[in-house]
């Protein structure tokens, strides 16, 4: 009963330093967002993917990049660490459906810091 | 612009002691609106989706409504273990991706 699987669950880095957190759902889910979540500033969405083969930016970006491997898989890749970047990132999945909401259901987190 | 905004930021209860969260919401077609809890170093967990205004659902000592222009999540003779941030967000029509997020009232309960 996994769920959303998010690794490494902490990590540190060095300014310039470049680094992939992967994450993999097993709810069969088609879209799959990546969150960063900031004291004060809530969740917010950095990418998502609606569909295996398809990515989009959210509200930040920038510093970024994603890749949806397969239907299972979403990482996101910080090719140039900065410490603007330090945050907690939440890797989250959903059914994707034209009808009523679609409830996201969120990995366990993974803490970043970049000195 | 779409905008939730929750309050207060921060409640402390007594164990026992009922009150009521508030998030107020501005969509452009509201799809569903979100209830999660989150506890210190975890992933927001899933609460209640609701979708029109006039709905009510209920878990526990937990019950959440929803009106045109905001959802309380109210809380009945809460526990210390009810102890957590609670998270609202909202999904608009414009956007299956668009789920905005407010940032949150954390929820201290007192033996």
């Known amino acids: 009963n996994a769920g959303v699987t998010q690794t490494p669950k902490f990590q540190v880095l060095k300014t310039g330093q470049s680094m992939t957190l992967q994450c993999a759902q097993d709810?069969?889910?088609?879209?799959m967002y990546w969150y960063r979540q900031d004291p004060g500033m809530g969740l917010r969405l950095i990418y998502y993917s609606a569909s295996e083969g398809t990515t989009d930016k959210g509200e930040v970006p920038n510093g970024y990049n994603v890749s949806r491997l397969n239907k299972r898989e979403f990482s996101l890749r910080l090719e140039s660490a900065a410490p603007s970047q330090t945050s907690v990132y939440f890797c989250a999945s959903s059914v994707t459906g034209t009808g009523s909401g679609n409830t996201i259901y969120f990995g366990e987190g993974s803490w970043l810091t970049v000195v | 612009e779409d905008q939730v905004t929750q309050s207060p930021e921060a409640l402390r209860l007594q164990e026992g002691e009922s009150s009521s969260l508030n998030c107020s919401y501005t969509?452009?077609?509201?799809?569903?609106l979100f209830w999660y809890r989150q506890d210190p170093g975890k992933g927001p967990e899933f609460l209640f989706t609701?979708?029109?205004a006039g709905e009510e659902k209920e878990k526990e000592r937990l019950k959440a409504t929803l009106t045109k222009k905001e959802s309380f999540l109210h809380i009945t003779a809460p526990k210390p273990e009810d102890s957590a941030t609670y998270l609202c967000?909202?999904?608009?029509?414009?956007?299956?991706?668009?789920?905005?997020f407010g940032s949150g009232t954390r929820l201290s309960i007192r033996p």
């Open positions: 967000a909202v999904q608009a029509y414009s956007s299956a991706s668009k789920i905005i």
């Open positions: 969509v452009s077609g509201l799809r569903g």
């Open positions: 709810m069969n889910h088609n879209s």
């Open positions: 609701l979708y029109s």
